[in-house]
C-alpha cells in the first residue's frame, strides 16, 4: 500500500513539474511556417477558482516568456510582465512570421466585449513592439484557420460562424496598425476602421 502511494505522489510531482516547465521553441520558419500554440480541452472544464496558464519560450526571443491565460497573452522578461493580446476569452494563438523578419508574430482569434460580443483577430509583433487588428464590431466577426501549414482568416457575418463569406490568409496588409497612442483602447472601434 505505501509503495501504490509513494508511486502516485512521485507520478503526480512528475506531471506537475512537466506541467510547469516551459521548454525553449526552436523553429525553421521557412520550412514550418505555422506553430499552433495549443490550449487543451480541459480548459474549458477549469472551476471559476482554477487559472488556465500556458507558457511558451522561443529562440528568437531567449529572455522572453509568453504567458497565455484566461484573458491575456502576456511577455514576461525579467521580472516585468507586459500585456500582449486581450480577449474574453482568447480562442487560439499561433506563432508565424508574417512580415518576414526572422521573428515571428503572435496571432490570436479573440472574443471581445459583454452583451454584444465578436471575434475578431490581433497579432502581436513582438520584435517591433506593434499590434494590428482585423476587426468590424457587429459587422463581421473573424476566426482563425491552419490549413496545409498556413495560417487562414475566416470571415463571417456578425455572430453567423456557420455563414463562411471569405478564407483567405492572414497578412498584416489586410489589417490595421495600432499606433501607441491607441493601444490603451483597443477596443475602440473608431481606431479599428474597416481593414
Keep these: 500500500m505505501k509503495k501504490k502511494r509513494l508511486l502516485w505522489a512521485v507520478l503526480i510531482c512528475l506531471l506537475c513539474t512537466g506541467c510547469a516547465k516551459s521548454e525553449t521553441l526552436r523553429n525553421d520558419w521557412k520550412t514550418t511556417p505555422v506553430i499552433k500554440w495549443d490550449s487543451p480541452a480541459e480548459r474549458w472544464m477549469l472551476s471559476e477558482n482554477e487559472k488556465f496558464s500556458l507558457k511558451m519560450k522561443l529562440s528568437e526571443f531567449p529572455e522572453t516568456i509568453f504567458i497565455w491565460s484566461d484573458e491575456q497573452i502576456s511577455?514576461?522578461?525579467?521580472?516585468?510582465?507586459?500585456?500582449?493580446?486581450?480577449?474574453?476569452?482568447?480562442?487560439?494563438?499561433?506563432f508565424t512570421d508574417l512580415n518576414h523578419d526572422g521573428y515571428p508574430e503572435i496571432c490570436a482569434d479573440v472574443m471581445f466585449g459583454f452583451g454584444f460580443c465578436d471575434e475578431h483577430i490581433e497579432v502581436y509583433d513582438y520584435y517591433h513592439d506593434e499590434i494590428y487588428v482585423l476587426w468590424d464590431r457587429m459587422k463581421y466577426d473573424y476566426k482563425l484557420v491552419m490549413k496545409d501549414n498556413e495560417l487562414l482568416v475566416q470571415k463571417t457575418d456578425y455572430h453567423q460562424s456557420e455563414n463562411i463569406l471569405e478564407t483567405s490568409p492572414l497578412m498584416l496588409e489586410k489589417m490595421t496598425l495600432i499606433s501607441k497612442e491607441d493601444e490603451s483602447d483597443v477596443s475602440n472601434p473608431e481606431t479599428n476602421a474597416d481593414a
Design 75 to 94: 511577455a514576461k522578461k525579467d521580472a516585468e510582465e507586459k500585456p500582449l493580446i486581450f480577449g474574453t476569452p482568447i480562442f487560439s494563438a499561433y
